[in-house]
């Protein structure tokens, strides 16, 4: 069963660089096929996709972070991560990284983690 | 790129069918994706493709769609079914993802 597990600091000042790792356990991020995302959700709010990095290396960004996302993969740790810069309080959510599963005419998450706090604030 | 579009709220009656609906333009290439969302959980998937359930998910949960619009399906609505339903899909370009604002469902 794959597992996803996020870590990192669950508090970061106004103007700084949110990182976030995801651990992938009981599978291969380097399998053929997939994506792995990442995707917040502010309180009370819906969920937003960040964007997602192909087992190929491709990266894809939402247009409205694009210009402050990075997303990266290491694949000797079995783990993804991302990197927001120049965050501000608007960027306070619950961010979760999950596994994208598709063919040409779908596309879905199937394996999520449980999701990490980020607050912004100084 | 490209939107879609929830109701934010739906209510059924114990029991009964309840149509969750999810509008946009991007759905007229691409299936859209369900997925339920209770308090303080993650996102869980219950619909993908055509019309296809994870391992898990009951069968009174179904996905239909006709055009711009994607329909997820409760028959016979049961209380541990109220939660938040979010559809997801490609956008038009076929790169990106997009999600639908979420429908909160409530069983009275």
């Known amino acids: 069963q794959l597992q996803l597990q996020e870590s990192g600091s669950g508090l970061v000042k106004p103007s700084q660089t949110l990182s976030l790792t995801c651990a992938v356990s009981?599978?291969?991020?380097?399998?053929?096929?997939?994506?792995w995302s990442w995707i917040r959700q502010p309180p009370g709010k819906g969920l937003e996709w960040i964007g997602y990095?192909?087992?190929?290396?491709?990266?894809y960004y939402n247009p409205s972070l694009k210009s402050r996302v990075t997303i990266s993969v290491d694949r000797s740790k079995n783990q993804f991560s991302l990197k927001l810069s120049s965050v501000t309080a608007a960027d306070t959510a619950v961010y979760y990284c999950a596994r994208g599963d598709g063919d040409y005419d779908r596309y879905y998450f199937d394996y999520w983690g449980q999701g990490t706090l980020v607050t912004v604030s100084s | 790129s490209s939107e879609l579009t929830q109701d934010p709220a739906v209510s059924v009656a114990l029991g009964q069918t309840v149509r969750i609906t999810c509008q946009g333009d991007s759905l007229r290439s691409y299936y859209a994706s369900w997925y339920q969302q209770k308090p303080g959980q993650a996102p869980v998937l219950v619909i993908y493709g055509k019309n296809n359930r994870p391992s898990g998910i009951p069968d009174r949960f179904s996905g239909s769609s006709s055009g711009n619009t994607a329909s997820l399906t409760i028959t016979g609505a049961q209380a541990e079914d109220e939660a938040d339903y979010y559809c997801?899909?490609?956008?038009?370009?076929?790169?990106?993802?997009?999600f639908g604002g979420g429908t909160k469902l409530t069983v009275l």
């Open positions: 990095i192909y087992h190929s290396g491709s990266t």
């Open positions: 009981g599978g291969s991020i380097s399998s053929g096929g997939y994506s």
């Open positions: 997801n899909s490609r956008d038009s370009s076929g790169n990106l993802v997009v």
